[in-house]
């Protein structure tokens, strides 16, 4: 259960890249996910879920407008991989396995940026533009990044 919260995790930051650190930023906060004084406890600090979910706010603001670089450029891509492993790396300390989770986290994130790209096209193509096709992404990354926090064990 755990390997597959962490790959689902990163599926989220290949949509999104921060929201799923802010995701399980507030988990470790709420006490959902213990990290203990593991190198990722800072994310479970006061502030920090704060700071993540601007920067995730931030993130479904720009992705809106048409000056965004595509999600697959090595910047962006390199980010959605990070984001899904550290994220990912949370879930599995919190279930014991962080290299599993680590690992699962950044493919699922390699999964998220391709396939979330592929299903995105394929909206905006049947809607006639992309407006509506991000905005269902972004329901889709923070109903999911919810659904994977609230399912933690």
């Known amino acids: 259960m755990i390997i597959t919260l962490a790959l689902l995790i990163g599926v989220i930051a290949g949509l999104r890249a921060m929201t799923a650190p802010a995701a399980i930023s507030w988990a470790a ?6 990290l203990g004084d593991s190198w990722l406890a800072f994310l479970g600090y006061a502030f920090t879920p704060w700071i993540l979910s601007l ?12 000056s965004t670089p595509s ?16 994220s990912g ?12 989770g680590l690992i699962a986290g950044a493919i699922g994130a390699v999964i998220g940026t391709y396939g979330g790209a592929y299903v995105r096209s394929k909206l905006a193509a049947s809607f006639g533009q992309d407006r ?14 919810y659904l994977i926090i609230a399912a933690l064990p």
Do not use: S
């Open 132 to 145: 509506p096709a991000a905005l269902i992404e972004d329901a889709v990354a923070i109903i999911g990044a």
């Open 55 to 66: 920067l995730a706010i931030g993130e479904l603001i720009t992705d809106q407008l048409p």
């Open 89 to 100: 790396a949370a879930i599995g300390i919190g279930g014991g396995a962080l290299i599993a």
């Open 29 to 34: 906060y709420l006490g959902w996910l213990n």
């Open 71 to 86: 999600r697959k450029v090595p910047v962006q891509f390199g980010a959605r991989i990070v984001m899904g492993a550290v």
